[in-house]
């Protein structure tokens, strides 16, 4: 089932959002054609300073079921004309969970962050998995109820890669962000456009709109 929603006029954009990327990624097919063979570079940063990390594997399992090529890049370790090179190749990007704040501080540090937006807004094709999503919105203070800004003292402000103009709140009801995701919604809900998916819907964002995949 899919439910029409609207999004400001940026006709090439290109995305699907989603909390557990392995557990929607048979959306995908449903969103885009010849999926077999297309190269994607897979940015695993947000789970670096996480414990709990097995979305990354499964999410890296999901793509290649899909018959997709991946090029793993760690933003930390490659020189920046690298990165630049590994993501104008690729026919897509994606970024996995793990702490948002953590990633949005790297993807700034290396500049990666106006590269990614870039290829986003000329319409290559980008997936984002829990922190991956919620960092194409505005702005990510409202994600402080499901990670701790705190620990990343090189972010002076949550200015994030403003691709959309809604904020995605991944994992609804979801174990263990039930509480979290509850009071994101109970603090925010009046001042953000918030967009709420569980682990089994996807966000499909293009030109003719925004859809939930379920």
Not at 12 to 41: H, P, R, T, Y
Not at 86 to 114: H, P
Not at 142 to 162: G, Q, R
Not at 189 to 209: F, H, P, W
Request: net charge negative.
């Amino acid at each position: 089932r899919q439910r029409q929603m609207c999004i400001r006029d940026r006709d090439m954009i290109q995305l699907f959002l989603c909390s557990s990327f392995a557990d929607v990624a048979k959306f995908l097919q449903d969103c885009v054609k010849n999926l077999q063979g297309m190269e994607v570079v897979f940015i695993p940063t947000a789970a670096e300073v996480e414990k709990v990390k097995f979305y990354v594997k499964k999410g890296w399992k999901a793509l290649e079921d899909l018959g997709m090529q991946i090029t793993e890049l760690n933003i930390n370790t490659t020189e920046a004309p690298k990165i630049k090179e590994t993501i104008k190749n690729a026919d897509c990007i994606y970024i996995s969970g793990g702490n948002t704040f953590y990633l949005l501080q790297e993807l700034r540090k290396t500049g990666i962050d106006k590269l990614i937006k870039q290829h986003i807004l000329t319409g290559k094709l980008y997936i984002g998995e829990s922190a991956g999503a919620m960092i194409t919105a505005p702005n990510i203070e409202y994600v402080c109820m499901m990670d701790d800004p705190n620990e990343w003292k090189e972010l002076t402000d949550f200015e994030a890669l403003n691709v959309v103009n809604f904020s995605t709140v991944p994992h609804l009801w979801c174990f263990p962000f039930a509480k979290a995701t509850k009071e994101i919604i109970s603090r925010y809900e009046e001042y953000l456009t918030l967009k709420t998916i569980s682990n089994t819907q996807a966000l499909r964002v293009d030109g003719e709109g925004i859809k939930i995949l379920e």
